[in-house]
């Protein structure tokens, strides 16, 4: 039942910034987990960044360490993802995912998004 909605894709030069965001309908329980993945032509979907709803705990790939940052806005069901140093790399499809028994880095959750395109250019 639970559906996400991912916005904020777009073309943007190496070396900019974007921000994803995936607004989710309804409540969002506290064991609830969120996830970022994403797909690059050629390539097999890989994990970007996770965070546990309730306590905040956040989870990166090693790829975008110190360049993504993921949160939550509790008031508006949304699950952000910055992202600052765009390399040409990251450009892929991203997904918005929710797990309901914590976030993972892996492939198990248990609704996605319908995805949103990011094209870093040179």
Known sequence: Q???????????QAGGSL??????SGRIFNSYGMGWFRQAPGKEREFVAAIN???GTTYYADSV?????IS????????????????LEDT???????????ASMKYEY???????????SS
């Open 110 to 120: 248990d609704y996605w998004g319908q995805g949103t395109q990011v094209t870093v």
């Open 19 to 24: 921000r994803l965001s995936c607004a989710v």
């Open 2 to 12: 639970v559906q996400l909605v991912e916005s904020g894709g777009g073309l943007v």
């Open 65 to 69: 360490k110190g360049r993504f940052t």
């Open 72 to 87: 939550r806005e509790n008031a508006k069901n949304t699950v952000y993802l910055q992202m600052s140093s765009l390399k």
């Open 53 to 55: 709803w309730s306590s």
């Open 92 to 102: 892929a499809v991203y997904y918005c995912a929710a797990r309901r028994f914590g």
